[in-house]
């Protein structure tokens, strides 16, 4: 079959590696325009262009799927549209321009975290199981029916950026085979069926703790803002970026907020029990074990916010 691939973000590299690597004619892949990145500013091109370009595809830059690019891809008359996190909405008429259609890769058990960014809503909400999807792109977000779906349960460490991880690499086997499935004409889709939620983009608000919920829902949360945007809190006027905390399973409680060092620990207390902070980052410094940073801490305690 003769496909066109769209993707922006490195969760969409194993599936653009393995479609390269088929039987199957990848006449185009369609990614986001390079972005300025660092303290530099650098154009840089998106990891799914970098990966494009190295294997010396042919590359559209676009961050509008508008009539110039809809015309493009028209022109090379794909059999399949396949997507993966391109970060754009595909509407008609694109939507009609592949005889097959447009397939997407998400990662979630749809219908449950429809959006942009379901892997990191599962974590926050505390759920047990994720997964990904092959579904039929339709109008309406995320809500065609499912070719294949797969689950498996969150580990209790996981972040959202080492479950993304791995899911992008099981995710791509799975969309791999609702494509050949499709090219031999046995792929089947059912209808999504179960209650709907959404999961926007994150925020930076979504990043800032709430030291007052309880010890579960605050580690949830910095698991899911982990790696980006990054949970945060506000010490001594500074914000400290939290890179890595963990449960301390039985300490004893201490006021919401509040951070001491008890037994060569630094816990930072919760609606429920203390959390421990691992890793830091204080404003304007290199990441550090918070360790290191309460030793520049000249108090016995402080109250982040």
């Given amino acids: 079959m003769k496909i066109v691939f769209a993707g922006t973000p490195q969760a969409a590299v194993p599936s653009l590696a393995l479609l390269a690597d088929t039987r199957h004619d990848l006449v185009a892949v369609v990614t986001r325009a390079d972005a300025s990145l660092g303290r530099k500013r650098t154009l840089t091109p998106s990891p799914v262009g970098q990966g494009a370009a190295d294997r010396g595809l042919r590359l559209l830059k676009t961050n509008r799927l508008d009539e110039a690019a809809t015309a493009e891809i028209a022109s090379l008359a794909p059999d399949l549209g396949v997507i993966v996190a391109y970060g754009g909405l595909i509407r008609e008429p694109l939507l009609s321009v592949p005889r097959l ?46 070719f294949a779906v797969q689950s ?7 972040t959202a950026g080492t479950l993304l991880a791995g899911l992008s690499e099981s995710g791509a086997r799975l ?43 605050v580690y949830n949360r910095v698991r899911g803002v982990t ?79």
């Fill in 101 to 146: 259609g447009w397939i997407n890769l998400h990662f979630s058990l749809l219908p449950r975290w429809r959006g942009a960014a379901p892997v990191q809503r599962a974590l926050i909400a505390g759920d047990a199981l994720t997964g990904a999807a092959v579904f039929q792109l339709v109008p309406e977000l995320d809500a065609g029916a499912v």
């Fill in 152 to 158: 498996e349960a969150i580990g209790r460490q996981a």
């Fill in 175 to 217: 969309l791999l085979g609702v494509i050949d499935d499709l090219a031999a004409g046995r792929a089947t889709a059912v209808t999504q069926t179960g209650e709907v939620t959404l999961a926007p983009k994150l925020t930076l608000d979504d990043a800032r703790i709430d030291w007052s919920a309880p010890a579960d829902t």
């Fill in 227 to 305: 790696p980006e945007p990054g949970a945060f809190t506000t010490v001594n006027d500074g914000r400290l970026k939290l890179l890595d905390v963990t449960p301390t399973h039985g300490a004893l409680p201490q006021p919401a907020g509040v951070i001491r060092e008890i037994d060569k620990k630094v816990l930072i207390g919760t609606g429920t029990e203390p959390l421990e902070l691992v890793t830091v980052q204080p404003a304007g410094k290199t990441k550090m074990t918070a360790a290191d940073w309460w030793r520049g801490v000249t108090a016995t305690e402080v109250v982040a916010s």
